[in-house]
């Protein structure tokens, strides 16, 4: 749809104050949303003022309300917690707390609130606006303001952004906070195995999660962990046997380790609770297994935000202030969210009510029902863990002889071994043999491949690398040798994990289909790359990983300047042509400037971004960081800005550089990314089952497809995973610069530069409708949600 962009220009803040408070339980990139609040209220010429300690301080008042300046944020974004303050409150539950809230509001001429909290926290600050009017009338009653004020201030705008590491709130695919705390539970998770591998233990883990399972879920699927027990899906009558047989299989098939992760609020089918305590317990007593328990508690709120936290919580703060400027009498409190790439509004009662009834669900035995309202992306991550750990005997499998193949093909990514493992053991499921290709199309066409068993995969998830081994070379050259061993070994359909390599190869084999008809099968591609440069999907595998090591990395180099004098750091990321790492790379660390291939500069921009630097470093503020991407001018080289931005700044401060290198492709993938990886490829699996199926021909005894729609990239596209020709994808790439001609993130350059004190245009036509909670079929969940 071609719209006209619309700026935000014409949104002034003037004569506006915006109140920022925390509240509840804190959550880790609370303050990058915080921060956001404050740079961009400040940037449309708004009032911000801090509201500490949560309600308690907005009751309290005095110093609890203080109004706040572009360096009252600097330094936070990294910085787990509020550092605000957050507080549970009891007196805002009595009108009494309320009146005297709203009595320290107006004398700050506050009409405008963004609450960062669960659901209690902004069902609160609902109640607030719809009684703001009735309170000012009792203090223009009591002589506490006059007539003059209940008119300038008549109504309340509340805007809400979800905190909570839960992940518990319906209507928006991530609160901030959870990615993080999936980042502690999955660190403790990879330190327990090497233990446990030691000693031949199971080990039960705590995860929190009261009254939602999500972390326990993702958890245990982004770990490959043997069984797991959440509130929304209590285990069958009998569980105790089930779990018992399936962990002594395990063990005879030689896994040494057990896995069991326990939500905190787990229950089984009578409502009743199941501790960690009592499964330890059951393996102890049925089994004799050495067993340990290990709580996380309050380990997963701590440690830095992750770069996904950090960004979506900037990308949050911002739609808020945008929200609250747009925001009218008539405008119902309203809450900023993500809906896969998508940020969105939607009325917060809407969802605080659909919050509500998974709860109501739960307490009533109604489980399905409170898995459907928990949301597709909840569904689909339970659908794809009931999946991929529980290997059916072999006698119940359906046989369809058919074989298939998987192979990696490019550079490493994080994550690719999490999608070799979820597109094995589907296809197992599915009853068809697997086969793996050793070192990429290359090692294909020497005939490296073997067959590959539902256990081969186990523990694979973890792994950084590709264990299966990669290589980035294109299979043109050796087309006939490939066309052999598919011939030899049969092979019905291919799966390629991989980044801009894989695209051009299977671009390579659909064009070779009319002289070798061994290439007349389904193909299908699942993006890995860190580049994240894979025209069709939004994000592909291997990027959050790479963009956690040079967001941790850039923290620690900003650290490492603390105490001394000025000092700017440059700072060059990988990417190729494509831009994404730097750029979001930025934003989650706070840079002050990003330069990438996609958005051409000169030298006097640069000159421009110098200038700015040395103005800022006359403030309060003491280090800066330019981030630069590999190839984003062949001229302007690294060397070229570390000594341009050193001449320049002299006196004011000095330059380091540091060139990131390959530590952006290693390291063991995030939790993103194994999530990500897994559902992408279990259902790139399932379409290669449906498509064998349609194209088989039962009279020659063989798969026969050679239309476009048979060889497929399956991508992220804004909120929906989508399967899209390759042959189509052509006219949306740069071949030369290996890059899609149009890229999401881009928009999003403007965000960074607002939160680095720039002006900037910035296109809010995606933004401003508020949308309604939608209640999906289950028929939903199966075709696109991730």
Known sequence: ??????????????????????????????????????RMGIYVKAKVYFVYEGYQGMVDGGDNIVEVSWESVSSILQVGGTVIGSARCKSFRTREGRLQAAYNLVQRGITNLCVIGGDGSLTGANLFREEWSGLLEELAQKGKIDEEAVKKYAYLNIVGMVGSIDNDFCGTDMTIGTDSALHRIIEVVDAIMTTAQSHQRTFVLEVMGRHCGYLALVSALACGADWVFIPEYPPEEGWEDSMCVKLSENRARKKRLNIIIVAEGAIDCHNKPITSEKVKDLVVQRLGFDTRVTILGHVQRGGTPSAFDRILASRMGVEAVLALLEGTPDTPACVVSLSGNQAVRLPLMECVQMTQEVQKAMDEGRFVEAVRLRGRSFENNLNTYKLLSHK???????????????????????????????????????????????????????????????????????????ILGTKRTLPAKYLEKIADQMRTNNINALMVIGGFEAYLGLLELSAAREKYDEFCVPMVMVPATVSNNVPGSDFSIGADTALNTITDTCDRIKQSASGTKRRVFIIETMGGYCGYLANMGA??????????????????????????????????????????????????????????????????????KNVLGHMQQGGAPSPFDRNFGTKISAKAMQWI?????????????????????????????????????????????????????????????????ILAKYKTSYDVSDSGQLEHVAMHSPKEAETGAI
């Open 587 to 656: 934003l989650a660390a706070g840079a002050d400037a990003a330069y990438i291939f996609e958005e051409q500069f000169d030298i006097r921009e640069l000159q421009a971004n110098v200038e700015h630097l040395t103005e800022k470093m006359k403030t309060s503020i003491q280090r800066g960081l330019v981030l630069r991407n590999e190839n984003c001018n062949e001229n302007y080289t690294t060397d070229f800005i570390y000594q341009l931005y050193s001449e320049e700044g002299k006196g004011v401060f000095d330059c380091r």
């Open 392 to 466: 059916k005997p072999d006698a119940e499998l359906p046989k369809t002889n058919f074989n298939v193949a998987v192979l990696n093909v490019g550079a490493p990514a994080a994550g690719m071994n999490a999608a070799v493992r979820a597109a094995v053991r589907v296809g197992i499921t599915e009853g068809h043999k697997m086969f793996a290709v050793i070192d990429g199309f290359e090692g294909f066409s020497r005939g490296k491949i073997k067959e590959i068993s539902w256990g081969d995969v186990g523990g694979w998830t973890g792994q950084g690398g590709s």
């Open 1 to 38: 749809m071609d719209h006209q962009p619309k700026f935000f220009e014409n949104l002034s803040g003037t004569g506006k104050a915006i109140g920022v408070l925390t509240s509840g339980g804190d959550a880790q990139g609370m303050n990058a949303a915080v921060r956001a609040v404050v």
């Open 689 to 753: 089952s449906k498509k064998l199926k349609e194209t088989y021909r039962k009279e020659e005894g063989k798969v026969f497809a050679n239309t476009d729609d048979s060889v497929c990239l399956l991508g992220m596209r804004r909120r929906n995973l989508v399967f899209q020709p390759v042959a189509e994808l052509k006219n949306e790439t740069d071949f030369v610069h290996r890059i899609p001609m149009e890229q999401w993130w881009l928009k999003l350059r403007p965000l960074m530069k």
